[in-house]
């Protein structure tokens, strides 16, 4: 006889049950979701160091995409590239924060878990790079040897 999911007996009834409370849908739960997340960007503005200039990154590479670009499309990728690379440097700020908490001393489990997002990090860097060297010898390069 096989014993019940988790599910069946009710221990992890809490799973599926409504997140929202009720009457706390649309806009109130939209202002909420607002208010955290300028929580969010204060804090990681104000405490991390790569966050502050992957910020200033994006606010000043803004107007250069507008003259790079060769249409619209291209500016969404420029741009985009650089908000992706800014959440996920949120998401591996935040990472390394529940690691330090959960887990305050030093230990190999949390060291790996650090890696991963640092790699998660990385791997944004590259698609930005990647999109941006693309746009700039699209720009410059490759259109004059081919008009």
């Not at 992890?12 to 739960?29: C, D, I, M, V």
């Amino acid at each position: 006889m096989t014993s019940p999911r988790p599910t069946e007996s009710g221990k992890y009834k809490h799973l599926r049950e409504q997140s929202a409370l009720p009457g706390k849908g649309g806009l109130t739960r939209i202002g909420g979701a607002l208010r955290n997340t300028i929580a969010g960007f204060r804090e990681g503005l104000s405490t991390e160091a790569a966050i502050k200039q992957e910020a200033v990154l994006l606010i000043l590479a803004l107007p250069v995409a507008y003259f790079i670009a060769t249409n619209v499309w291209v500016w969404v990728a420029l741009v985009g590239s650089l908000i992706l690379l800014l959440g996920v440097e949120l998401l591996n700020t935040a990472i390394e924060r529940l690691c330090d908490h959960v887990h305050p001393e030093r230990h190999e489990a949390i060291k790996v878990t650090k890696d991963l997002a640092s790699a998660g990090v990385f791997c944004a860097i590259a698609l930005a790079a990647l999109i941006w060297i693309a746009a700039l010898i699209t720009r410059f390069w490759v259109w004059r040897v081919w008009r």
